[in-house]
């Protein structure tokens, strides 16, 4: 029988158990937040009032990603019901290009490629790369097109209403880490729509440098109209001293300015090592900003964690004024980058200097870090000065995503209900079984299958082996459509073996 005549038999419009990943999930985006979370998800969301750092570790398939998706969702509905009280949401996911510009700048360095590249990889190049894409993301919703886009002019209005020291902090966040290829367009861009501050002594020095060619002319002209003599010392001493003044004034501008300009942003090229950026974007963003924003302790010029924690604070001013109270960072896909693939020590150079107390317990960020399951086991092989500062007692530890037999089933319950037709009326995952199957054995069956994707794999598989053994005219004569007992338990120990073999890591998933 043609699998999709028994889902049109049983009304649904699409196989509620073929998805593997939920980011291409189309049945899971249909489905109600409270109609699939995990046991543990309001422990690793939290007060969204008061946002804390939650640590979870899982199996590959079981469902981190749905996780992360779903605190996304619940992000959205809370904004629009609290909106004096929102979250902004930053989703660290992507490691994919900031680890690869660390791996290309750590290969450039020493000439030669180590087996694991990460071992000098530290908190500051995580913060770094958190803070360029809170700020590209803030960035871009400012410099959008204001007619089109309402919540642009409401976030450029918030922000020209708040206090100075926010603008000025937006201003050099956006100097520093936005990471659009045309930044210094952007740093003009920004600074006109919030008011920002202006550099206003390089703009006296550039009209000085402008205008300053009428001081010799004009002594040229009083000498000429006076009718002195060239070979008279007058000239040589008015024309040369007027000239030469000029000459001052270009040279501090285009050469002293520049040179200074740049050697500063070749210090922050030299410690933020996680962006692509060029050292003329850096130089021309950070040129329109006042000298005194450029100080020591301000900006990123050396490898201490102080200015980057004060970056943070900039951050959550930056957010408070434009109505949020909160601020949460989802780390996902850890094992997804390139230069990574799933590699366990890799995971744990990349991981690790994240796990750091004063980081994770920063007022007003929430971090929720869905990790793989090998960090678990080699998290319980650290020394206990490591777990002094990380503090995994404060974080909101959950050692292993765990779903049982019945929470799978209410899962898979749920998909089913989500993919029937319209009016097509209520149906239980038990209703696809034989009247000999009771309820508990699916839950049994299921149970041993231990997180979403596996159980996905047994329903499938049941209805495959279903069709590929009867024809639809005798599914239509016994009037029956529903699978039997002899399948549900061949396929239930053909994947528990498979999961078995798994998780001693005998086969891929």
Not at 108 to 132: E, V, W
Not at 431 to 457: E, G, H, N, Y
Not at 469 to 489: K, Q, V
Request: net charge positive; with cysteine; proline share 5%.
């Amino acid at each position: 029988m043609n699998i999709t005549h028994y889902f049109r038999h049983w009304k649904l419009t699409e196989n509620p158990f073929c998805a593997e990943e939920a980011r291409q999930d189309a049945v899971f985006t249909r489905l109600s937040a409270s109609a699939a979370t995990h046991p543990d998800f309001e422990k690793i969301i939290g007060d969204l009032s008061k946002p804390a750092t939650s640590i979870v570790f899982g199996e590959k398939g079981s469902g981190k990603t749905a996780i992360r998706l779903q605190m996304a969702q619940r992000l959205d509905d809370w904004n629009e019901t609290h909106p004096d009280a929102r979250a902004l949401l930053i989703a660290y996911d992507d490691l994919n290009p900031p680890l690869d510009r660390f791996w290309t700048r750590q290969r450039s360095r020493s000439g030669k490629s180590t087996d694991n590249p990460f071992t000098r990889l530290k908190l500051t190049d995580h913060m770094d790369a958190i803070l360029q894409l809170a700020t590209t993301q803030l960035v871009d919703r400012c410099v959008g097109r204001l007619e089109t886009r309402p919540q642009a002019r409401l976030t450029v209005k918030a922000i020209r209403q708040a206090d100075p020291s926010v603008r000025r902090d937006f201003m050099i966040l956006q100097s520093v880490y936005d990471q659009s290829t045309s930044a210094p367009h952007r740093t003009r861009q920004l600074r006109a729509m919030i008011r920002g501050p202006r550099n206003r002594a390089r703009l006296a020095w550039s009209a000085l440098a402008w205008v300053g060619w009428i001081a010799p002319a004009a002594v040229a002209g009083w000498l000429v109209w006076k009718q002195i003599p060239f070979a008279d010392r007058a000239w040589l001493w008015g024309f040369g001293a007027t000239l030469g003044a000029w000459g001052l004034v270009l040279a501090k501008r285009y050469l002293y300015d520049e040179w200074r300009g740049r050697r500063v942003a070749k210090k922050i090229a030299r410690q933020i090592r996680v962006l692509d950026r060029s050292i003329v974007s850096w130089t021309q963003s950070l040129s329109q900003l006042p000298r005194a924003l450029l100080g020591p302790g301000q900006i990123p010029i050396d490898g201490g964690e102080d200015v980057r924690f004060e970056m943070f604070h900039r951050l959550y001013r930056l957010a408070e004024a434009i109505g949020y109270s909160s601020v949460i960072i989802v780390v996902d896909r850890i094992d997804e980058p390139t230069s990574v693939s799933g590699d366990p020590d890799r995971m744990r150079a990349v991981v690790w200097p994240m796990l750091s107390n004063k980081f994770l317990q920063m007022e007003g960020f929430g971090f929720k870090l869905l990790l793989p399951i090998e960090l678990r086991y080699a998290l319980f092989r650290e020394s206990s000065s490591f777990f002094q500062e990380a503090r995994l007692d404060k974080q909101n530890l959950i050692e292993q995503l765990v779903w049982t037999g019945a929470t799978l089933y209410d899962l898979c319950a749920a998909r089913l209900r989500a993919c029937r037709a319209q009016g097509a009326g209520d149906i239980s995952l038990s209703d696809l079984f034989d009247d000999d199957v009771r309820p508990q054995d699916v839950v049994d069956a299921l149970d041993q299958m231990r997180q979403p994707r596996d159980a996905f794999k047994l329903l499938y598989q049941c209805i495959q082996e279903y069709c590929a053994n009867i024809t639809e005219d005798a599914a239509r004569s016994e009037g029956a459509w529903r699978i039997p007992r002899l399948i549900l338990e061949t396929v239930r120990r053909q994947q528990a073996d498979r999961v078995g073999q798994l998780q001693r890591g005998m086969r891929p998933a």
